[in-house]
């Protein structure tokens, strides 16, 4: 079936460091990709999405790369902000409701 | 973006009592909702999907008796937990889809039952 498998965390990083958040999936015929976000205290927001290969998901100064040949979403932000603290959570979409990643907490310090 | 709310945001109730979790879609129509369920620092688990007017389908292992979901109207969908338990304790979430293939989320419901 359908899965995904994301880095584990915590990851803690300085401001203005580079961030790069591991995801792979592995799933049937070709899925949509996303990252969703969950500040503390609050529900998922979709950050970005990728639909098919080589399509590139970009926000908030986030970005992600569908890679089908290495069936990899991987998350990066060129320089972090303490406000960019919360849960990443990778998930794809196939033929079936999204299917999410475990979340990687990232804290972001001063 | 689209918004979804949930109420209440948290709730407490005994062990036996049953609880009721609203989740609304407020600027779509959302003609499928899901229902999730979120352990402390682990990931969604998608218990339920149900449409608009048709029964909830459940995922292995979720027991459709004990989590009642209503999907009466396309802005509207309400879980039921039936005399609960402390390991039902959790983090509730909902996500409403329309037209697209997006889901949007509410911002969870955090159930405690003593």
């Known amino acids: 079936g359908n899965s995904v498998t994301q880095m584990e965390g915590p990851v803690t990083l300085s401001e203005e460091a580079f961030l790069t958040i591991n995801c792979t999936y592995t799933a049937t015929g070709y899925p949509s990709l996303f990252w969703y976000v969950q500040y503390p205290g609050e529900g998922l927001q979709l950050l970005l999405k990728?639909?098919?290969?080589?399509d590139k998901g970009s926000n908030k100064g986030f970005e992600a790369t569908y890679r089908k040949e290495t069936t990899s979403f991987h998350l990066e932000k060129g320089s972090v902000q303490v406000s960019d603290s919360a849960v990443y959570f990778c998930a794809l979409r196939g033929n079936t409701p999204l299917v999410f990643g475990k979340g990687t907490r990232l804290s972001v310090i001063a | 973006g689209a918004v979804v709310s949930q109420h209440p945001s948290w709730v407490i109730c005994k062990s036996g009592t049953s609880v009721k979790i609203e989740c609304r879609s407020l600027d779509f129509q959302a003609t499928t909702m899901f229902w999730y369920r979120q352990f402390p620092k682990q990931s969604l688990m998608l218990m339920a999907t149900s449409n608009e007017g048709s029964k909830a389908t459940y995922e292995q292992g979720v027991e459709k008796d004990k989590f009642l979901i209503n999907h009466a109207s396309l802005t509207l969908s309400t879980l039921t937990v039936t005399s609960a338990h402390p390991e039902d304790s959790s983090f509730y979430i909902c996500?409403?889809?329309?037209?697209?293939?997006?889901?949007?989320f509410g911002p969870g419901t955090r159930l405690l039952v003593l």
């Open positions: 996500s409403g889809q329309g037209q697209g293939e997006t889901q949007y």
């Open positions: 990728a639909t098919k290969a080589d």
